[in-house]
């Protein structure tokens, strides 16, 4: 309650300031000498811990849950409002600043906003990392939401260097099952799946899985988690079938724990859906992504990142049937949402405008083709490198387009 005080929260902002804090104070029962005590105190904390064990407080992902109640916006604004303020009364060393900047770096992330958390984590990588202690769980935190940004701009060997580095620190301080250990342990695993470095991917995953199955059981989200990496890397192992029956288990295992909304639920029948159209069983395909979109649609809105993917999947079912007018209605504004959204060097920009040059082609369009997928040939080889999968193979198409023009 000191805190709020002296932050001015629940004071409001028309008025005389000074007869809302006399008020508020009033109804405290406090004197204005006790309270200012009680923060000297609170500046003073170096640590935050956790009373209960009922809950594990990391598994609390507060932005999902401002994503499915759709307040991400709103939830930004009251982070950026509490910060100045806490600033103002704790300083920037404070864990209760800390705590705060993380989650609105992660609101900035969730949402696209990549210059604003580059403004805030290097700033705490450098004015508090670099002279406390690097394995503490807060200073984990902040270096895996600056390689998450890393990643998500594309600048792969920065991020990859960060997460050996979260998952080294953490594997030292805490072992290898513990929570953050296992968390470093998924984020670099994925990146090594983008880069399509399936070997390095697998090994890290069967030993994830295999240990959220133990220490927290089958039902556990971070187990349904792991499993649905594990499931994506055999797809890209070309092991369809052994894909597609664990995927089958994680969505009746999340659907009767969390119901058929649940973020965890959707990106399960995504996925399934994706192996099915892999297997070019059509019908299957087409129905779950048409589900994955209506509920993302409603969830979290057409332009977001994650909806935008369900449409570019939909889009890859239609093209694959040859059902190209309905493929390329979805994904021009795809690629030109995204390119807004994210930015033009992002991955996931690359593949929209990949696919749409593909879909240019197959309609006729073969000059404004050669065009786009010169355009995604050059930034991929910027982007991901010239020795990447992905560029060498729009490359490849780009070759072939011309020579046949």
């Known amino acids: 309650m000191a805190l709020l005080f002296a932050i001015g929260f629940g004071i409001p902002s028309d008025g005389d300031q000074a007869v809302h804090a006399a008020k508020w104070l009033l109804k405290s029962g406090k004197t204005q000498e006790e309270l200012n005590a009680e923060v000297d105190n609170i ?48 300083g920037t060393c404070h864990p209760i600043f800390r705590r705060i900047s993380i989650t609105l770096a992660s609101l900035w992330i969730e949402q696209g906003l990549h210059d604003k958390a580059e403004t805030l984590l290097p700033r705490l990588t450098a004015d508090w990392l670099a002279s406390l202690d690097t394995i503490s769980q807060d200073a984990i935190v902040i270096q895996h939401h600056l390689a998450t940004l890393h990643i998500n701009q594309g600048r792969f060997e920065e991020g990859i260097a960060l997460q050996r580095t979260v998952f080294e620190k953490c594997t030292t301080a805490f072992g290898q099952e513990y929570k953050s250990t296992l968390a470093a342990m998924g984020n670099l695993a994925t990146t090594y799946w983008n880069l399509g470095q399936w070997d390095r991917a697998e090994e890290l995953q069967v030993k994830d899985l295999a240990i959220n199955r133990k220490i927290r059981g089958t039902d556990h989200p971070r187990t349904l988690a792991a499993a649905s990496n594990l499931a994506s890397t055999y797809e890209r192992q070309g092991r369809l079938k052994e894909a597609a029956q664990l995927k089958q288990e994680l969505l009746e295992i999340s659907t009767r724990i969390h119901g058929e909304e649940h973020s965890t639920t959707v990106v399960i029948m995504g996925n399934l859906a994706n192996n099915y159209r892999i297997q070019r069983l059509w019908n299957d395909s087409e129905k779950l992504e048409a589900k994955v979109l209506g509920v993302r649609k409603h969830l979290y809105g057409e332009g977001h990142p994650d909806t935008l993917k369900s449409m570019a999947n939909l889009s890859s079912t239609y093209f694959l049937q040859g059902r190209f007018k309905e493929a390329f209605d979805l994904e021009e504004p795809i690629a030109k949402a995204m390119t807004a959204r994210l930015g033009t060097h992002h991955p996931d920009t690359l593949t929209a405008w990949n696919n749409l040059a593909h879909t240019l082609w197959a309609v006729g369009r073969r000059e404004e083709a050669v065009g786009t997928m010169a355009e995604a040939a050059r930034l991929r080889a910027e982007v991901l490198g010239p020795d990447h999968v992905e560029t060498k193979r729009s490359a490849g198409n780009l070759s072939r387009w011309i020579a046949e023009i």
């Open 43 to 90: 500046r003073r904390i170096d640590k935050i811990s956790y009373r209960s064990t009922d809950i594990e407080h990391d598994v609390i992902d507060h932005v999902s849950e401002y994503r499915h109640a759709r307040i991400l916006e709103k939830a930004e604004r009251v982070y950026e409002t509490t910060l100045r303020s806490v600033e103002g009364v704790l």
